[in-house]
């Protein structure tokens, strides 16, 4: 539910159907790539998705992977802006829009594992056009951080149909 709103965002709802099912997390992931074909690059897998959290994995392959072997700065990008993304949308109210604005990343350590990203935000209210800074820190297996983002949110009034 967005805060404001007594329905479901329409992602919320998706993900409210999948994530019961057997391979859900899987096939809600999949519906979100063919939505946004680019984060598919990166083969993500939601883990947790609600208002306020999102934490997505992603697998280390070769196709992710720098010259030394470890997962790429923009690949650990791309990972930060989906869970910033897709949280910022079911978070959002419903009469509001958003549209990524910034990136400022810090890279902590080198990622040599299967990364997650886990991005957080407060409550968004209705309210005029902003810029809502969105968190985002992506760990290794071992529960590191390996990588922290600042998502820079531009939060506006969706204009009348």
């Given at each position: 539910?967005?805060?404001?709103s007594?329905?479901?965002?329409?992602?919320?709802?998706?993900?409210?159907?999948?994530?019961?099912?057997?391979?859900?997390?899987?096939?809600?992931?999949?519906?979100?790539c063919?939505?946004?074909?680019?984060?598919?690059?990166?083969?993500?897998?939601?883990?947790?998705?609600?208002?306020g959290?999102?934490?997505?994995s992603?697998?280390?392959?070769?196709a992710?992977?720098?010259?030394?072997?470890?997962?790429?700065a923009?690949?650990?990008?791309?990972?930060?802006?989906?869970?910033?993304g897709?949280?910022?949308?079911i978070?959002?109210?419903?009469s509001?829009r958003?549209?990524?604005?910034?990136?400022?990343?810090?890279?902590v350590?080198?990622?040599?594992?299967?990364?997650?990203?886990?991005?957080?935000?407060?409550?968004?209210?209705?309210g005029?056009?902003?810029?809502?800074?969105?968190?985002?820190?992506?760990?290794?297996?071992?529960?590191?951080?390996?990588?922290?983002?600042?998502?820079?949110?531009?939060?506006?009034?969706?204009?009348?149909?």
């Amino acid at each position: 539910m967005n805060a404001g709103s007594g329905k479901l965002n329409a992602a919320w709802a998706m993900w409210k159907r999948c994530e019961g099912l057997p391979f859900g997390k899987a096939i809600f992931s999949r519906i979100i790539c063919f939505k946004a074909p680019y984060f598919g690059s990166i083969r993500p897998r939601f883990e947790e998705f609600r208002p306020g959290f999102a934490r997505v994995s992603m697998k280390k392959r070769r196709a992710v992977t720098n010259h030394i072997g470890t997962v790429h700065a923009i690949a650990m990008c791309n990972l930060a802006e989906l869970a910033a993304g897709t949280m910022t949308e079911i978070t959002i109210p419903q009469s509001m829009r958003w549209l990524p604005k910034g990136m400022t990343v810090e890279y902590v350590k080198k990622a040599g594992t299967d990364i997650e990203a886990v991005a957080t935000v407060g409550e968004i209210a209705e309210g005029p056009a902003r810029e809502v800074p969105v968190t985002v820190d992506i760990r290794d297996a071992a529960g590191g951080t390996v990588c922290r983002a600042t998502i820079a949110m531009w939060v506006s009034p969706r204009r009348p149909s």
